[in-house]
């Protein structure tokens, strides 16, 4: 099992108690995350080396994921598992599935890459690398279908963790903190270069709130001690005097606990949607990346509630959009218009129903019938 950052970490780790649950004796190796390793992951090397994003950013360290993919792939040839699960990372994952199907292991990739929305031809080459894929949105399954690869929508496992009601005050007291102020959460992603990106335009525009709102109080939560290091030496540098308390994995909190978040575009914007919270989503990222980027996706949204909704229900500000004032004045608009909050509240509830899924349980079994599928091919 081979997860890339932190959601597919946290994804890793449900899908280990579930087949743990089945199969107590499981051993289960690859790389992961803090969560995954607690599930019970026996983590190779460092998930770190995995965490990056963009076009153009992993070309330089191109060399360096060569190499641990090439020690990851003998490594199972040596150790050859009954099934591979690569979870999302697929710039990764897929050509390492590839070569490990080649060579005879069941292959699974667990989060459809957003082949739907851009380098829609990459669907050639994960019709070679996998045995099943699992989708955790609907829209994703019917993509595959249409493209004859095997795929199995389970939805969203958040959905089902996530209450539909989530309770606001009660995150609140188990954070520590007022249950009568207004907080907006600063949530600028979970990888080094979403920090370089984000933290300015968030930290800048948390200021002008304050001007306009000046009993407003803001809360930020990080993966790791390392996001967290970094996103505080921006805090200093740019407005150590802004009313904001610091938490370190305490995302989901952060989110129940708050009024409006800001937040980057990802797996982030789900999780806000399911919490029932207005956001603003914003997104920067190199400009020679974003020119890349601009010729290839297919998608007129960035935000999984925006695409999940088909329209633009919450505001999205990407690139040269992503600028103090327009952030603050989005921020501003959901705290002085609560009765638009409401029915925003309202459409989140509804799609939040849409993607209740399947049991962990269905995931695993699907997961054995892979395993004994190709069993039976090899062994006939």
Not at 138 to 165: C, S, T
Not at 257 to 285: N, Q
Not at 314 to 326: N, R
Request: glycine content about 4%.
């Amino acid at each position: 099992m081979l997860a890339g950052e932190a959601s597919g970490d946290l994804l890793g780790a449900e899908l280990i108690h579930a087949l743990r649950d089945q199969y107590p004796h499981a051993q289960i190796e690859g790389i992961g995350g803090p969560a995954m390793i607690a599930a019970g992951c026996v983590s190779l090397f460092d998930i770190e080396r995995l965490n990056v994003m963009g076009l153009i950013e992993p070309i330089f360290r191109l060399p360096d994921l060569i190499r641990l993919r090439k020690n990851v792939y003998h490594y199972f040839l040596q150790h050859r598992p009954d099934v591979f699960i690569g979870i999302d990372a697929p710039d990764f994952n897929l050509g390492l599935e590839s070569k490990l199907r080649h060579a005879g292991i069941p292959v699974i990739h667990y989060v459809s890459p957003s082949v739907w929305a851009w380098r829609q031809y990459r669907v050639r080459k994960i019709a070679k690398a996998v045995d099943l894929m699992l989708t955790l949105l609907p829209f994703e399954a019917k993509f595959y279908e249409r493209n004859q690869v095997p795929v199995r929508y389970v939805g969203h496992p958040l959905a089902d963790q996530i209450p539909i009601q989530p309770d606001k005050f009660a995150a609140r007291r188990a954070l520590c903190i007022d249950e009568h102020v207004t907080y907006i959460a600063l949530l600028p992603g979970s990888r080094q270069q979403e920090i370089r990106y984000m933290a300015q335009p968030f930290l800048l525009a948390a200021q002008q709130i304050l001007i306009q709102k000046p009993n407003v109080r803001f809360i930020t939560s990080h993966t790791n001690e390392q996001r967290y290091q970094e996103f505080y030496e921006y805090y200093r540098q740019i407005s150590p005097n802004l009313p904001l308390e610091f938490f370190t994995r305490r995302s989901h909190d952060v989110m129940a606990a708050a009024d409006v978040v800001m937040v980057t575009s990802g797996t982030a914007t789900l999780e806000t949607m399911l919490y029932k919270k207005p956001m603003v989503i914003a997104y920067r990222m190199s400009r020679l990346t974003y020119q890349l980027a601009k010729l290839l996706v297919k998608t007129p949204y960035v935000g999984l509630p925006n695409l999940l909704a088909n329209s633009e229900i919450v505001p999205e500000l990407i690139q040269d959009a992503v600028k103090p004032e327009i952030i603050a004045q989005q921020v501003l608009h959901f705290l002085n218009h609560p009765d638009e909050v409401r029915v925003l509240e309202n459409k989140f509830t509804e799609l939040h129903r849409g993607l209740l899924g399947i049991s962990a349980n269905c995931i695993s079994a699907a997961i054995l019938d892979v395993v004994k599928k190709k069993s039976k091919i090899e062994f006939a």
